[in-house]
């Protein structure tokens, strides 16, 4: 079974930076494509930014393109997000999510809190 734990969240100032990450076991990483999500109070869960499996392929949400970057270390089985210039409306809980390329196999993290504020 797979395990995804997130860390690196907390308070921070607008226009200030953080850095998630996402620790996973329990699965052949390299054969995931990893994804950040954020669901602030009230609205539904978003995707922010993925990463396929090989490559250097990525994407963003419009909302965060130029401001967050994601990237993975396969030999460390994890995933990263270096967000800056953060805005109070990135404020959220962000969630890991691994999804097989192939198979149907998938894993959400418990979510780390991110509150951007002055």
């Known amino acids: 079974q797979g395990q995804l734990v997130e860390s690196g969240g907390g308070l921070v100032q607008p226009g200030g930076s953080l850095r998630l990450s996402c620790a996973t076991s329990g699965f052949t990483f390299r054969h995931y494509n990893m994804f950040w999500y954020r669901q602030a109070p009230g609205k539904e869960r978003e995707l922010v930014a993925g990463?396929?499996?090989?490559?250097?392929?990525?994407n963003y949400a419009d909302s965060v393109k130029g401001r967050f970057t994601i990237s993975r270390d396969n030999t460390k089985n994890t995933v990263y997000l270096q967000m800056s210039s953060l805005k109070p409306e990135d404020t959220a809980i962000y969630y890991c999510?691994?999804?097989?390329?192939?198979?149907?196999?998938?894993?959400w993290g418990q979510g780390t809190q991110v509150t951007v504020s002055a």
């Open positions: 999510y691994a999804k097989h390329v192939f198979k149907g196999d998938q894993y």
């Open positions: 990463t396929l499996s090989i490559g250097n392929i990525t």
